[in-house]
């Protein structure tokens, strides 16, 4: 199994930036991709951005050439730099692990994009 731990959340205002991060324990080794997600209240969980261990990127396009998505090391494998965040950014943000056999997900950090 793998465990995974968000941080960095917070309250940011609309033109900053902030960076989260994710913190991986367990069976690390098997993790073939990361991603990041997110859940806006009242709305379903949508893609944000993915990373394979190749390092290739994909975007959703509400965020593309905003956020950055970054493997960092084992024990902290994926964070998401978000420049210019917006109002509409505002959501839990989860990680999410892949490995061939199933995903794993973190329990979430709030980011809140308000003056």
């Known amino acids: 199994q793998v465990q995974l731990v968000e941080s960095g959340g917070g309250l940011v205002q609309p033109g900053g930036s902030l960076r989260l991060s994710c913190a991986a324990s367990?069976?690390?080794?098997?993790?073939?991709?990361m991603a990041w997600y997110r859940q806006a209240p009242g709305k379903q969980r949508e893609w944000v951005a993915t990373?394979?261990?190749?390092?290739?990127?994909a975007y959703a396009n509400s965020v593309k050439g905003r956020f950055t998505i970054s493997r960092d090391n084992a024990r902290n494998p994926v964070s998401l730099q978000m420049d210019s965040p917006k109002p509409e950014d505002t959501a839990v943000y989860y990680c999410?692990?892949?490995?061939?056999?199933?995903?794993?997900w973190g329990q979430g950090t709030q980011v809140t994009v308000s003056s």
């Open positions: 367990g069976s690390i080794f098997r993790i073939s991709g």
């Open positions: 990373i394979t261990n190749n390092g290739v990127t």
């Open positions: 999410k692990a892949a490995t061939t056999d199933e995903d794993y």
